[in-house]
Nanobody, 114 residues
Framework: VQLVESGGGLVQVGGSLRVSCVASGDISGLFVMGWYREAPGKERELVAAAFSGGFTTVSDPVKGRFTISRDNAGNTVYLQMNSLQPEDTAVYYC?????????WGQGTPVTVSS
């Protein structure tokens, strides 16, 4: 399984970005796709997750600002980030978890400048 992220970059405070992740390879059945982020000097943290049944969840620090979604085919996940703040600066990693195996993308950096 390969995960390829895109859409990160530099944005000003209050701006928006959408990051995308396309999964390819031997994917079948039910699986979860999500986003983690790792800020400098901090531990990697879960940002949002989207389950095959349509259920989604976002973490408290981004609730009301970030939205996660998956396409109809289920192998692409998006993270729409609005009202970005400096504390959202991090490398954002896409993940896919199926049958207790977790895959990671290479990460895409997001920098919010003030």
């Amino acid at each position: 399984v390969q995960l390829v992220e895109s859409g990160g970059g530099l944005v000003q405070v209050g701006g928006s970005l959408r990051v995308s992740c396309v999964a390819s390879g031997d994917i079948s059945g039910l699986f979860v796709m999500g986003w983690y982020r790792e800020a400098p000097g901090k531990e990697r943290e879960l940002v949002a997750a989207a389950f095959s049944g349509g259920f989604t969840t976002v973490s408290d620090p981004v609730k009301g600002r970030f939205t996660i979604s998956r396409d109809n085919a289920g192998n692409t996940v998006y993270l729409q980030m609005n009202s970005l703040q400096p504390e959202d600066t991090a490398v954002y990693y896409c993940t896919l978890k199926a049958a207790s195996v977790e895959y990671w993308g290479q990460g895409t950096p997001v920098t919010v400048s003030s």
